[in-house]
C-alpha cells in the first residue's frame, strides 16, 4: 500500500528479496512514474487474470509486525483515517534493518527470566497484585502517584514472560517514567528496533498505542481521559489486548462517560483518600465583581503575592492567545470586525489580525475611523501585560505555539491550557476565566473542564500537601474564577468525588456519546448513507452530523463516503 494513496496495489516480489518481504514490510515501489515508500499489507496475492505486476524497486526494512498491521486496519475503519497514515505512526522513524538482542537474563517472551518486581500488595479499599481479565477502569485522585500500578501491571507481563504496554499522555511524562522504571531494575525499551525485539516493557505517549510487541501480556493507560483526538489511543490500546487475551487497566481521576458505560464502574478508592489526593479548590464568583476590574479579581491579587512572599510560583490559564480578541471602538462603540469576512479581528498591538481570513489592518475603526479601541475580550498577551504592572515583577508567556521552546523561570506565568502541560510543579494556578471550558459549545465541554482541573492539580498537589503548606490563601490552591460557581463539575473538584459528575441521564435523553456513535462529514452535497438506522443533519458550511446506535453502523456507513469523515468529533 503506498503512503500517498488509500489504495491497495499488487506488486511482485523479486526472487532476492522473498525471504525478506512479509506482511507489514517497508518496501520502495514505482508509482506513478516516481519510487514512493509503501508498506506490505497481503502476500500471496493472485493478480486479476491478464495483469502484469510491476516488480518492487527496493526493500526498507522492518515495519509494523502482523498484529499490529490488523490492529491499524481496525482503527483506519473505527476512525475513518487513512491506513497508511496509521502505518506510518506504526512505523520506525528510520530503517530498520535488524533487531537487537535483549540482554543476558532480561524476561523474554515466551518464556525465560523470571519475575523480577515484587509482588503489589493489597490496595486499600480494593484491589490486589493480580490484574483481573479483560480491561478493567481505576479512578485514582490528581496528585496519587501512579507508579504503582504501572510496577503492578509490570509483574503481571513479567510473571508470564511477555511484554508490558504502558502509555502516558505527553513524551515528557513518558521520558520521566522510564527512567524511573530503570532505577528500579526495570528493563525498558528506548526505540523501536527495542520494543519489536521484545523488550520486556515499553513507555510511550499516544503513538506508542501501535508499537512493535511481539506478544502483549498486560497494558496500563495513565490518564485514560486524555487521549481523544484523531483517534482514542486508550481505546486502541484496550482493543489491542483484547485480542492478545492480555488485562488491561485504564486509569483516570476522572473517567469519562463513554469508559463508564463502556468498561464499567470503575474501580475507587476509599472516600478519604480520595478526596485527600484532590487539590484544595477556591471558587471565585464574578457574578457580583465590578466590570472594571477585568480577569484580575481582588481574590486573584491576594492569592498571587501571597505566592510571590513565599518565592512559589503562580500559573495563571486563560485559553485565547493575542492582546485582545474583541475589541470595539472607544468613540462610536461599534464593534471591530475584519473588513473581508466580517468576522471578529484580534489586536496584536500594532494591527488588528483576522483569525478567519488571515487579513490585516491597521489599528482604525471602519465606520468613525478613531484610532482608539477598548477591549472587551482579553488575550493571554494582554494578560500579561497587566499582570506586570500590577505585582511589578516580569510574567512569562506560555502558549501551545510555544513548540519546543523553554518555558520561561518567571514566578508567574500566563498561557493558554498548555501551560498546564508544560509546567511540572507550581504553588498555585488559577484559572481566570473558567466559563469559557464550562460553556464551551461542546457536549463533552464539561469532561474536558475537569480533565483541566485534574491537570491543575497535578501541579500543585492534594489537600495534605496544601495544608502543610498553606497559611490562609497561599500555594497548594487551584482557583477558579466563574460566574457559574453551583457547576456540577466545581461541586465535583470541590468535594474530590468526580462520581459527582454525571451526564448519563442527559446524553441518554439527548442520544449523546456513550448512548449513540456521532461522525461529522465534509462534503458538498448530502450524501446517501446506507442503513436504516442512520441519520444525517447539516452543521452548516458542506459539514454534516451523522448519528447512529453504535460504531458498527456507522463506520460501515461513512466507510463507503469519500470526503472528509471524522468520527468521535470533539467540537459538536
Do not use: C, I, M, N
Given at each position: 500500500m503506498p503512503a500517498v494513496s488509500r489504495r491497495r496495489f499488487?506488486?511482485?516480489?523479486?526472487?532476492r528479496w522473498r525471504a525478506d518481504v512479509r506482511a507489514g514490510t517497508r518496501v520502495r515501489v514505482p508509482f506513478h512514474g516516481r519510487r514512493v515508500g509503501a508498506w506490505v499489507v497481503e502476500c500471496e496475492v493472485t493478480p486479476p487474470s491478464g495483469v502484469v505486476v510491476r516488480e518492487l524497486t527496493g526493500v526498507s526494512g522492518w515495519g509494523p509486525p502482523p498484529a499490529v498491521l490488523e490492529l491499524a486496519e481496525w482503527g483506519a475503519w473505527r476512525w475513518a483515517i487513512p491506513l497508511a497514515t496509521l502505518l506510518r505512526v506504526a512505523s520506525p522513524e528510520r530503517n530498520v534493518r535488524t533487531l537487537p538482542e535483549l540482554a543476558e537474563g532480561a524476561a523474554r517472551p515466551g518464556g525465560g527470566g523470571g519475575p523480577r518486581i515484587a509482588e503489589r500488595p493489597a490496595r486499600p479499599g480494593g484491589g490486589g497484585g493480580t490484574l483481573p481479565a479483560g480491561v478493567s477502569l481505576r479512578r485514582l485522585p490528581p496528585a496519587e502517584d501512579l507508579l504503582g500500578a504501572v510496577l503492578e501491571v509490570?509483574?503481571?507481563?513479567?510473571?508470564?514472560?511477555?511484554s508490558a504496554l504502558v502509555l502516558v499522555p505527553s513524551r515528557g511524562w513518558a521520558e520521566r517514567l522510564a527512567a524511573r522504571l530503570r532505577a528500579r531494575g526495570v528493563d525498558v525499551a528506548s526505540s523501536w528496533a527495542e520494543a519489536a525485539a521484545g523488550w520486556p516493557v515499553v513507555v510511550g505517549s499516544r503513538a506508542a498505542a501501535w508499537a512493535p510487541v511481539p506478544r502483549l501480556g498486560a497494558a496500563v493507560v495513565l490518564d485514560a481521559h486524555d487521549y481523544e483526538d484523531r483517534y482514542d489511543a486508550s481505546e486502541v490500546v484496550a482493543e489491542r489486548a483484547r485480542r492478545a487475551g492480555a488485562p488491561c487497566l485504564l486509569v483516570s481521576a476522572c473517567p469519562t462517560a463513554v469508559q463508564r458505560v463502556r468498561y464499567g464502574p470503575p474501580e475507587v478508592p476509599e472516600r478519604a483518600a480520595e478526596r485527600a489526593g484532590w487539590p484544595a479548590l477556591r471558587v471565585v464568583d464574578r457574578r457580583g465583581s465590578d466590570p472594571r476590574t477585568g480577569l484580575l479579581s481582588e481574590e486573584l491579587v491576594q492569592l498571587a503575592r501571597r505566592v510571590l512572599s513565599l518565592g512559589e510560583q503562580l500559573v495563571c490559564v486563560l485559553n485565547?492567545?493575542?492582546?485582545?480578541r474583541l475589541s470595539a471602538c472607544a468613540s462610536c462603540g461599534a464593534l471591530v470586525r475584519c473588513t473581508v469576512c466580517g468576522r471578529a479581528v484580534e489586536s496584536t498591538g500594532t494591527v488588528l489580525r483576522c483569525r478567519g481570513c488571515a487579513a490585516e489592518r491597521p489599528v482604525v475603526c471602519a465606520e468613525c475611523g478613531s484610532l482608539r479601541m477598548k477591549v472587551l475580550r482579553q488575550?493571554?498577551?494582554?494578560?500579561r501585560e497587566e499582570l506586570e504592572a500590577l505585582l511589578g515583577v516580569r510574567v512569562g508567556e506560555v502558549?501551545?505555539?510555544?513548540?519546543?521552546?523553554?518555558?520561561?523561570?518567571?514566578?508567574?506565568l500566563v498561557g493558554t491550557e498548555a501551560v498546564l502541560h508544560r509546567v511540572r510543579h507550581a504553588g498555585a494556578v488559577a484559572f481566570l476565566d473558567f466559563d469559557q471550558h464550562l460553556c464551551a459549545p461542546r457536549f463533552s465541554a464539561g469532561e474536558q473542564a475537569l480533565a483541566l482541573l485534574?491537570?491543575?492539580?497535578?501541579?500543585?498537589?492534594?489537600?495534605?500537601?496544601?495544608a502543610r503548606r498553606r497559611s490562609g490563601v497561599g500555594p497548594g490552591v487551584v482557583m477558579v474564577q466563574t460566574r457559574l460557581p453551583d457547576h456540577d463539575v466545581l461541586r465535583a473538584a470541590v468535594a474530590g468525588d468526580p462520581?459527582?459528575?454525571?451526564e448519563l441521564e442527559l446524553r441518554k435523553e439527548l442520544r449523546l456519546p456513550p448512548f449513540s456513535a456521532l461522525a461529522t462529514l465534509k462534503v458538498d452535497a448530502m450524501p446517501v448513507l446506507e442503513g436504516e438506522r442512520v441519520e444525517m443533519s447539516p452543521l452548516g458550511a458542506g459539514r454534516?452530523?451523522?448519528r447512529a446506535p453504535d460504531h458498527r453502523t456507522l463506520c460501515d456507513a461513512i466507510a463507503k463516503v469519500h470526503g472528509g469523515a471524522r468520527v468521535d468529533p470533539l467540537d459538536v
Open positions: 499488487d506488486y511482485a516480489v523479486p526472487e509490570v509483574a503481571s507481563s513479567e510473571r508470564s514472560g511477555t485565547r492567545t493575542g492582546r485582545a488575550g493571554v498577551a494582554r494578560v502558549s501551545g505555539r510555544a513548540g519546543d521552546e523553554p518555558v520561561p523561570d518567571d514566578t508567574v485534574v491537570r491543575a492539580g497535578r501541579l500543585v498537589g492534594g489537600r495534605d500537601l496544601g462520581g459527582l459528575f454525571t454534516w452530523l451523522v
